[in-house]
């Protein structure tokens, strides 16, 4: 982002006692009082109150005069906590759940911000306006910057805080959220995300009552199958998709998160948004700064669509890596071959995704190990030596002949990870997370590598570059990652510090990336984690996309693919077509119902193409040029969602229009028998420009029954009657893609 220093309203309240930040008294005016961020719609309120502490008031929709607030008298009694503070930290008068909580060199449990100063810098051409508002202790040497960034079209804010010690000794960090976030509602529905392996996203929403609801994560590395960092928050009434103020929040950490909702005795809704301090006391040396992940944070004055459209136009516009970088279609090996492949296997499958149209391959899992060959999870992870006897003339070869057919090459590796039954093992044993004395249980026959060692940081990116030195021809990298922490512990962390480890983890892994990127800007990098264990936006600042689940079930999708959607852009969702019955499911689902399915995110396929009919290859050829058609419409489009998967018909639908709308594609799905109630099942249509003339045409069509192709239909009627395609028996689906007529 280029960058401008655009204000800098510095206001020094009264003396301070922190010689490092050299302060001086001064008189505060009213205006600078009053710090009243804003996008293109919203408005983000705090202001300096007359003891210096820095309160929040608003997060919503936007006012242009804040100074009201100045004089609003609280609604609290002094003596049962205060008015909602920025940054809430543990100490003094409050007894809420706090953002920070700190225990000083001296011992002293106490930490009460105050306001010092605030700047602002203008980013990205003045779309972003990012400002910084430092405060300290009233006490003790300890200063904490509230980082709120606001990116103005896509009414999204960011939050964290850096927290530098300025004390002589170290200080605890016990609690170092990257975000207090007071809410004032009449009633909170809190959507969030639950689910297990292969069950991924699923969503539920709960009433909050008084008293602590928390989401969050304590198994580090795979963070995101059973809860994700992020939620959907309707006020006062149950979310709607198309009405209603609906705050969004997402966290962009790849360890251990943590996210409470606390309703407190004056109904407000407290959130705190950040690292899990689950286990992880951190001793913040003296001189030293603790920097904490971002919050991000949307808000919606109709319902859960806008807050997916923010986050979206906000994620790849500044978090996702790449956004813009077409995303190609592809066939990886998993599903087709497991372990069950030779030389000749791959090429085969080459040569019949070249010939179905698709643009890359990818080779997953079981094509390296040398005294221990990876024919089986059992062994081998760790030797990223290529097995001579399956692939006697190497990666390279592959890559070219993938390269001679029009196809680009991709390779599947999981460097932070190691099989018991490994060289990597047998000479580094001092390598693994463990506790000495003490089992090392192991998840998939595997153990985690300890990643706070930079001479581990060292091998992992290793393995990255000697993969990628394989060949020049490999564009594409799977980054696995199959089993979470257990039995915590490091033997490079010294007896003390223990408690860093969740933390240092996470940073470790950045510091790959980082390394990575410097060296591979271009690569296309998945993050898979047995499926989608690692769905969340930090990863996202490093990777094009995630893999979303190990279920590639069409019917499992919907809902794995509808929550995943409520907060990720399509084009970071891997959406593969397999084969029925389904590996993971047994479902059966028609050809089609796959296709349609796996379309509307990032399209690929993983099963072997040669077990499929004359028919239905040609069927395939013909669908994956249809995606190459809407691609772009899915990728950067905005999303609608028509019918949820949760109103429990047995329905679902949606949508993605072009940024200028004149181009849309419509997905609609049946998942249980309709009967002869079909005709209620009006897909109306959002989005579209009612002055437009649209030629609608059927895609992926595999029957004569068409639904009304080739018609040209104003906007204002699909807005208003919509389509119908009448979907009646289980897993019919319907496709459609609208053009403006000319
Ligand atoms: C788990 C992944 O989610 C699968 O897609 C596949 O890559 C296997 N690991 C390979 O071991």
Redesign the pocket.
Known sequence: MNERKISLAVVFLFPLLISSLAMKAKTVSNEDRVINLQTKDLSMIMTVGKDSTLYFHHFGRKIEDATPYLDKISYRRLDYGTDPHAYLAAGGRNYRNSALRVTHSDGDLNTELIYVQHEQQELSGGNVVMTTITMQDRKQPLKVELVVTAYREENVFTQKVNITNLQKKEVVLHNFYSSYLPVRAKKYYLNSFYGAWTQEMFMEESLLNHGVKSIENQMGVRTTHTENPSFVLSLDMPLNEHAGDVIGGALAWSGNYKINFQVDDFDILNITAGMNPYASEYFLDSGETFHTPEMIYTYSLNGAGGVSRNLHDWARRYQVYDADATRPTLLNS?EGAYFRFDEKTITDMIDDAADIGLEMFVL??GWFGSKYPRNN?KQGLGDWQVIKDKLPRGIDYLANYAEEKGLQFGI?IEPEMVNPKSELAENHPDWVVKTEGRPIPTIRDQWLLDLTNPEVQDFVFGVFDDVMKQSDKISYI?W?A?RHVESVGSAFLPADRQSHFWIKYTQGLYNVYERIRMKYPDVLIQA?S??GGRVEYGILKYHQEV?TS?NTDARSRIFIQYGTNMIYPALVIGSHVSVVPNHQSKNITPLKFRFDMAMSGRFGMELQPKNLSEEEKLFAKSAIENYKRIRDIVMQGDLYRIISPYEGKGLYALMYVSKDKKRAVVFDYCFEYQGRTHNSQSVKLFGLDPAKEYKVTELNVDKSNYWGNNKVVSGEYLINEGLNPKLEKMYESALFLLEEAN
């Open positions: 998993w997953d899992d999870d599947w799977k696995d199959n898979c047995s499926g893999w190990d």
